[in-house]
């Protein structure tokens, strides 16, 4: 889609003017396009994400995967703008508590 807003409207397309945003499974594949794309995607918005898998249940590989793709690819934050949120009812209030 990007290659081609970029081909047929005026708008700039460096990645510090390019914002990608989503909600539930958008919010998931916001953050993935962000980590993937850090050279394109300057900025995202991940609002109520979809977290597949945080379910609390004993020795839950998922979130520790998560975390550490996270952790290995979130891009450089001097640069790139997150933005996240959540609810706190329906699945949201499953969803593992984070913890400081």
Same mark, same amino acid.
């Not at 640069?79 to 706190?88: E, V």
């Given at each position: 889609?990007?290659?081609?807003?970029?081909?047929?409207?005026?708008?700039?397309?460096?990645?510090?003017?390019?914002?990608? !945003?989503?909600?539930?499974?958008?919010?998931?594949?916001?953050?993935?396009?962000?980590?993937?794309?850090?050279?394109?995607?300057?900025?995202?918005?991940?609002?109520?994400?979809?977290?597949?898998?945080?379910?609390?249940?004993?020795?839950?590989?998922?979130?520790?995967?998560?975390?550490?793709?996270?952790?290995?690819?979130?891009?450089?934050?001097?640069?790139?703008?997150?933005?996240?949120?959540?609810?706190? !009812?329906?699945?949201?209030?499953?969803?593992?508590?984070?913890?400081?």
């Amino acid at each position: 889609m990007k290659p081609f807003i970029d081909t047929n409207f005026s708008v700039y397309t460096n990645f510090e003017n390019t914002f990608i !945003a989503g909600s539930s499974m958008g919010g998931l594949i916001s953050m993935y396009a962000i980590c993937e794309y850090p050279k394109v995607f300057g900025k995202a918005a991940c609002l109520s994400t979809h977290w597949i898998g945080f379910r609390e249940f004993e020795n839950n590989p998922i979130p520790e995967s998560f975390f550490s793709y996270m952790k290995e690819k979130l891009p450089n934050p001097k640069n790139h703008k997150l933005y996240f949120d959540y609810g706190t !009812a329906t699945l949201d209030a499953d969803y593992l508590k984070y913890e400081y």
